[in-house]
């Protein structure tokens, strides 16, 4: 531990801003994997999956969590995917 009393304080902060960043980074692959998942199965849900996916995706990125292109690039894979087991 740091001995400087901001440096502890950074850290706390950090710790805590790492939980929720992890925390939204697992829904959002959560999200995914389900989506991909029903997909595969050719369920019905599977529109109501991706729409939740690609909300998750765009809350992730509004955060601050993921990057601009990094929510783009997932939403656009996910889409690809889709696209290529609906066939």
């Known amino acids: 531990m740091a001995n400087i009393k901001s440096k502890q ?17 697992s829904t959002v692959k959560t999200a995914i994997k389900k989506a991909k998942l029903a997909a595969e199965s050719k369920s019905d849900k599977t529109a109501q999956l991706v729409a939740k996916a690609h909300h998750e995706i765009d809350k992730a990125v509004s955060k601050g969590v993921l990057h601009q292109n990094n929510g783009a690039r997932k939403a656009s894979r996910l889409d690809a995917f889709i696209a290529k087991t609906n066939n």
């Open 9 to 25: 304080k950074a850290i706390l902060s950090n710790q805590k801003a790492n939980a929720r960043n992890s925390a939204i980074k």
